[in-house]
């Protein structure tokens, strides 16, 4: 029990310390109307979205879909409001989605969560046809989210991605460096076992890393270089990947950052207006 306690709080403070976003707040810069709508995409606790939209919608208008971080079990899609408000007020389709956590053990492992980001995709196409709306459609996640936009760009939805901005996300889940922290806990939860020699491959088939063979979609990595929780080398050895297979990607570092909790606004606003510049490249 002792442990199972202990467990439970390293996982949480690793949850806790995971990138967020700022209140929501209407910028002087925004034009339009944004229109917004709330609803259960599945019948399972979770499975919700907040779909929020300009008000002219044509032929230009791309969809994000935003993944939330939270070390795969925790966090919220509340904590990326500010984000996805500020990207419907630049004429974004925007779907902030919530997926299937930890509170069920079935849903604790990646698979449900991956399934749960292709029902959004799905989503997203057949509402971009419906509304008359481009069909590019971008992810953009932080921390655990980030790992999985880039694991779904990837894998099970590479070809249906326009492009990708990562921040803060781990690229490979049997990085050693996972074992000084916390998050070590986290990842084992979430591939369903513990790094050994029999589960190496596993972990490496969950690890974005090792999905560059080429033909990636446009990939933008935005990292502190003194993250203590996710290792910045993970986003240098991802753009060195990117680079060796001829992908377009750009990494940006904000020097002497964490994992966000140091970040202020001058890396809050480049990570906003770089990421808004990568999405209408």
């Known amino acids: 029990m002792r442990l199972n306690r202990l467990f439970i709080l390293l996982a949480i403070s690793v949850a806790l310390s995971v990138l967020s976003c700022r209140t929501i707040t209407q910028s002087a810069h925004d034009t339009g109307t944004i229109k917004s709508e709330v609803f259960n995409y599945g019948p399972e606790k979770g499975q919700n979205v907040d779909i929020r939209m300009p008000s002219a919608v044509g032929a230009k208008t791309d969809s994000v879909v935003i993944i939330h971080g939270g070390a795969w079990n925790w966090g919220d899609r509340a904590d990326y409001a500010y984000q996805a408000e500020w990207l419907a007020s630049k004429g974004f389709i925007v779907y902030n989605m919530n997926y299937r956590l930890g509170t069920a053990s079935r849903f604790r492992t990646l698979a449900p969560k991956i399934e749960d980001i292709a029902t959004i995709v799905s989503l997203a196409s057949r509402r ?33 991605i326009a492009s990708v901005v990562d ?80 992908c377009e990607h750009r990494l940006i ?22 990421t808004l510049a990568w999405f209408t490249k």
């Open 128 to 160: 971009a046809g419906e509304l008359g709306a481009s069909g590019r459609i971008h992810l953009t996640g932080s921390s655990a989210g980030g790992h999985m936009s880039l694991l779904y760009a990837y894998g099970e939805g590479r070809g249906k």
């Open 253 to 274: 570092t904000f020097k002497g950052k964490d994992h966000g909790r140091n970040w202020g606004s001058p890396e809050w606003n480049e990570t906003n207006e770089e």
């Open 167 to 246: 921040i803060n996300g781990p690229t490979d889940l049997a990085n050693g460096f996972y074992r000084k922290n916390g998050i070590v806990f986290s990842i084992g939860m979430v591939m369903g076992t513990s790094l050994n020699d029999s589960s190496r491959a596993t972990y490496r088939s969950a690890s974005p890393l090792y999905l560059v063979e080429g033909g990636e979609c446009p990939t933008l990595i935005i990292h502190g270089d003194a993250d203590p929780t996710v290792d910045y080398q993970d986003s240098v050895r991802l753009d060195a990947a990117l680079d060796a297979a001829g």
